[in-house]
């Protein structure tokens, strides 16, 4: 196959889906890092992001590009609710118990986008966008916008995190919580915080997954576990793991079809997870392990 | 000393013979654990300005387990806890921190995966504006720390790892400092170094409650010894009286 | 007339209540007494499902099949099938906290689901296998259906006694230390991990049977008859509300939420065909909601787990404080 073949049609598809993945796998690992747990939910939240941009977009008949921050700015409300009103009373509890809440969060949020958009396939324009062609590589402007938006997200993050006060605060609790606690930090500040963002990246990764292909409310779900196999291989915890863990399972997925049937293209991911669980659990950038 | 001439003390603010300053700490029949028991069962401390007062006593003595009560990580079921004439019995450990205590715990005292400088900041969480003036503090009591002061604190020495659990806790000027077993584990070298350090902040004014292992360097510099054995007082009185103090020495001292 | 419709109905009920008691006593084997994390239900059932139907099922041009063992031979099939599947994950999973398990899980229902959408020559795909063999399915269709309940009645009593017996052995003593308290056990070593594997087997193998026994009653098994996400949390949630860490807790929760799930069913029915699809998932959200509720107010079910055998919170502060006086 000649080599610019594969980067059009496997390649660069690999980066945008990945760099989608990304988006989620940070938010999975901010929670993993800093609250402790695995957040089933977290597929399903982005769901809801990406619907929420729909409604905007329907309803204001604005383009979807400005729709986006007011879905980013729902979500971040959405997660900091959900946190209030049920994650938070199971704080004294065992960690599972909470992860068995946002399993059934991920039911409930997907249950709330069928009743309220039902169960058909949503685009957020209509019509055909036909890649443009820059020096041999074919690509759609809103593909090259969703990688140069992932890498500015967590430009931005990243920034917050190494920079600010409360950022380092946030890296403290995941680094040692109680520590952070007779530092003076205010875990509750730091766990709306959190959650204020990964309602943000949950919208982004749902958004750009739905302007790239369409909205079902299944599409967070399905994302769910790509999400975590890329967050358990770059390592948990890790913000910068988590993009490359992003990139690797989105292209390792596009690329699989050149080896295996389309159908299991899905099952990448899994077989991803299970090998990085066996070989090494740290992940690539050495992470916690729970 | 009786529980109730301590009471007395804080009551009238009353200097006890033979104790330098006024009391900073005062804990009275402290009682407290994790779960439903009682680890602790009616503890008797004082700190006064400017004291190194040392913990010794067999593992499980609950000795750590004293500090974590004095800074709000544990349930205190009965008795008080007076910081600078307020009873903080029950207060969160933010709020402890605003009051003046800072702590350094026995394990997991550091942030790994944050640089030297980046844990001294977050020692001086609570503070706002410039906090140039207390790293610099730190800077000259370890300076070994500045030099490196953007490693990761995880890939430090055990011993510098102490240092930086100790000048994390002294970002905020604190009144009291509770130490809890500062040399485990370090070499001789170190340990001297630490307790060389302890001195200098006691003489600076600080007021240090110190737990310890290494009993007998630590008792021959301390103002005053508390000897705790399950979870109760046994001895008290100043660092040399406990040295000398053939039953202590025979006990808890190693002969 | 009228009391025969209702004599179905409440047998048609009665038989599905035992089916989703066996995969409810499967996942008490997993979570209740063991603390492992199982979200794929569905896909060890729809192992067990296929698994029986195929081994039994007559020849199809459509499908692998032919072998026309005899119903027991399948439904063994079913729980070998499901066990094996579990092994693995369990392997994998099993050495860290029961959150990668959750995930692995999904991820393995997920899978499942795929295979059997897209193998055709193993599954049927889409059409799935039909002519799955029913045990006494040429009495008339009352005494069929009487007959059959009485062989769900009396499989779930079989595993039921059986995990009693082993839940009050050593082997259950051992689990539920386990289960409450992860950080020991994880340091405990060897021995645990292979404990909390048969325990994740077992239960899955018993899952596998509960597909087994849906797919004989169905006389058919399609990829539909397998939502994973529905599927699996209407376990968790009979489990829960009836009280996890104690079987008869966990039947009755099958009972309420199942007998709950249809009268709800019942209800939507009637309401004008354009709000059906809303009416559908707001059942879905209102279970969902349902598990909230019973985890913040009541975490212990309906029926808790008998206190003496183990509490959790005392054996939890008797480890910290032996680990700790080490
Ligand atoms: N987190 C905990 N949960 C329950 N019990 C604990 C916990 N930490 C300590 N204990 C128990 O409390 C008692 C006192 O422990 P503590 O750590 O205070 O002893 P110590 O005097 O500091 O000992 P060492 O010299 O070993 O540090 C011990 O019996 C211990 O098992
Ligand atoms: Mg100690």
Known sequence: MPFMEFVNFYLMPGIVLGSIYALGAVGITLVFGILRFAHLAHGDLATLGAFAALGVVTIFGVSPWVALPVAMIFCAFMAIGIDKVFYDYLSERPKIIVVMSSLGIALMLRALVQVIWGVDTETYTRGIVRPENYWGIRIRDREIYTIIAMFAIVGVLWVFLQKTKWGKAMRAMSDNPDLALLSGVDNRKVTMLTWAIVGILCAASGFFLGINTELKPLMGWTMLLPMFAATILGGVGRVEGAVVGGLIVGIVEETSVLLIPGEYKAAMAFAILLLILLVRPTGLLKGKVL | MSQSVIEQSVAENIELPGYSGKPILTMTGVRGGYGDAD??????????EQEIVVI???????????MKAIFGLLKVRGGSIVVNGTNIAGWKPNRIVQHGVCYVPQVDNIFREMTIHENLEMGAFLRKGDISDSLERVYTLFPDLKERRSTLAGNLSGGQRQMVAMGRALMLNPSLLLLDEPTAGLSPKYMEQIFEITRNLRDAGLSILLVEQHAKQALAFADKGYVLAAGSNRHEGTGQELLADREVAEMFLGG | MELIGLLNYAVFMAIFIGIYSLLALGLNIQWGFSGLFNAGIAGFFAVGAYSSAIVTAPESSVHLGGFQMPVVVGWIAAMIAAGLIAWPIGKVCLRFRSDYLAIATIGVAEIIRLIVKSEGWLTGGARGINKVPRPFGDLSYLYSQLAYLALVI???????????RQISAPWGRM????????????????DIKARRLEAFIFGAAIMGLGGALFAHFNRSITPEAIDPMIATFLIWIMLILGGSGNNRGALLGVAVVWIIWSASEFLTDQLPTEYAIQAKYMRVFVIGLLLQLVLRFRPEGILPEPQGVSSRTETKTFQKQESAAK
Request: proline share 2%; aromatic share 6%.
């Open chain 2, 39 to 48: 680890i602790l069962q009616g503890v008797d401390m004082q700190v006064s």
């Open chain 3, 175 to 190: 689990m539920r230390g386990i289960r409450d308290n992860e950080d020991a056990a994880t340091a405990m070593g060897k």
């Open chain 3, 154 to 164: 009396a499989i779930v009593f079989a595993v039921y006694w059986a995990i009693e």
């Open chain 2, 56 to 66: 010794v006593g067999p593992n499980g003595a609950g000795k750590s387990t004293a």
